[in-house]
Structure formats: structure tokens, C-alpha cells
């Protein structure tokens, strides 16, 4: 008896894979997800045999300098890292230079820091006792001082701004007309600014005339500039003394690098 072959018409064949892709449509996600991972599981590795062939293989080559692709792509990222890391050692050289060139004291160091984050009035820089930081130390600003060292960890201190009222420093005024400083206190406003408090009028001082850190034993060896004096008027509380506000060199919040003064107490002897 000859064998009947079942030979479906084209439309029973579409009509019967319609139905199967509606039942695959109305079943749960999780099921259709199992069924996708065993499919995976099962024909996984016959499918990626092309493509990590084609990764792997490389065309024959007899020169000496032929290196494979992934090896070239990983010695790549390498010297792209070490590039940068060059760039960055220059540039801080380069900036290293510029503040040594304004402290020719040789007892004086300089440490280097970033800025990693800002609250009120503070900064908090990248570098701490393990750099030789301390607190006290008077920190610049493209060797402008901003403020001075409030606490020090292993790695990582915290910087009190000029702009703060719990910043006092010593400071002195330069009047270039009769070529001399008036010696005072500054603090902060706790805004943008500085106040210098309690100088009596019988010194002559203007608007423009510009405010240095004074120097401190084992701290600063030479004057820091500061900022400019941008109001002096009689004093409001009391009028026989000045109101006198001061102006940072720069905005503050435009900062992105310091330099740390670092005193070292046993150079030179």
C-alpha cells in the first residue's frame, strides 16, 4: 500500500502559523521568557561560533611588528591612560612653577590639591596630613590667598574660606601714597566678601587700596595678596572707626585648584 504524504496548501500552512503566533502572543512574559532562554541555552553556542571566530582570527602575517587586534585595542587604552597621566604631571609642574616663583623662600613648600566639593564658605581639597597639611596653613588661589586650612585627615582636608566669619587673619592694608601698611584683622561677611574691623580714622585708607595676608610665623613668610578694599566709610555702630569691606582677588566659586603653603621648620637650619 503506497505511503499518503500529508502536503498542507498555503494557506492551511499560514492559517496554522497565524494560530501559533497568537497563542505565543497571549502567553504570559514569563513563559515566553523561559522559552526564549532555552532557546538560547540549546542553539547558544552554534550561534556565536561566527562571531568569536571572526574576533579571534587574524590573518596570517609575517612581520615581526604584527600585533593582534585585541592586543593592539588593550596596549591602546593603556598608552591613552599613561597619556593622560603625562599631561596632568606637566600641567601641575607647570603650575607648581608659577607659585614658586612668588615664594622664593626656600623653607617654604607648596602642595598641590583639587577641589572635590563645596558647602558654605568651605572647600574640601583632595590632600590632607599625609601631604604634610595641617591645620592653620594658608591656602592660594592662583597665588592669590582664599583661606586657610581648618582640618586635615590622611587624605582629605577641609579649607575655611576668607568669605566666612569664622575666618580671622591677620592682615595688612597698602597705602601706596606714603608708602606703608596699616596692620589689622579681616573675617569674612559670610557672603562674597571680608570686613576688616576695628581700624581708627586717623589712617588714612581708600576704596582700591589693596589688603594682604600678613606674614605669620610658621605659616606665611611674605605678604599674600588678598583683595582690594571696595567701600570704606565712617563707621555706623561707631564713628571713629572704619567700615571697611573687602573684595576677593577672584570669585571663589570659579576655583578648581589650590596650592597649599606648607613651612618647613627645619630647612636652612
Request: proline share 5%; with cysteine.
Amino acid at each position: 500500500m503506497a505511503r499518503v504524504r500529508f502536503k498542507p496548501s498555503k494557506l492551511t500552512l499560514f492559517i496554522g502559523l497565524f494560530l501559533f503566533g497568537c497563542v505565543l502572543l497571549l502567553l504570559p512574559q514569563n513563559a515566553t521568557s523561559k522559552l526564549n532562554f532555552a532557546f538560547i541555552d540549546i542553539f547558544g553556542f552554534f550561534l556565536n561560533m561566527s562571531s568569536s571566530a571572526a574576533y579571534y582570527y587574524q590573518p596570517p602575517s609575517t612581520s615581526p611588528d604584527f600585533v593582534p587586534r585585541h592586543e593592539y585595542n588593550r596596549l591602546w587604552v593603556v598608552f591613552s591612560n599613561l597619556q593622560a597621566e603625562l599631561f596632568e604631571q606637566k600641567k601641575q609642574i607647570e603650575d607648581l612653577g608659577k607659585v614658586r616663583l612668588t615664594e622664593p623662600d626656600p623653607s617654604t613648600g607648596i602642595v598641590l590639591a583639587k577641589v572635590v566639593n563645596r558647602k558654605d564658605n568651605q572647600f574640601i581639597i583632595n590632600c590632607g596630613s599625609n601631604s604634610g597639611l595641617k591645620t592653620g596653613q594658608y591656602v592660594l588661589g592662583d597665588n592669590a590667598v582664599i583661606g586657610v586650612v581648618e582640618q586635615a585627615s590622611e587624605d582629605i582636608s577641609s579649607v575655611r574660606l576668607i568669605t566666612s566669619s569664622t575666618c580671622k587673619i591677620p592682615i595688612k592694608i597698602s597705602a601706596p601714597q606714603i608708602n606703608t601698611y596699616f596692620n589689622g584683622t579681616m573675617q569674612g561677611d559670610d557672603k562674597n566678601g571680608a570686613i576688616i574691623v576695628n581700624i581708627p580714622q586717623k589712617y588714612k585708607i581708600k576704596a582700591g587700596f589693596n589688603v594682604y595676608a600678613a606674614e605669620k610665623a610658621g605659616f606665611l613668610q611674605s605678604p599674600r595678596i588678598i583683595g582690594r578694599i571696595s567701600k570704606c566709610v565712617i563707621g555706623e555702630a561707631n564713628p571713629v572707626i572704619w567700615d571697611i569691606a573687602v573684595e576677593p582677588v577672584y570669585n571663589l566659586n570659579s576655583i578648581t585648584d589650590v596650592a597649599v603653603i606648607v613651612i618647613n621648620l627645619t630647612a636652612g637650619g
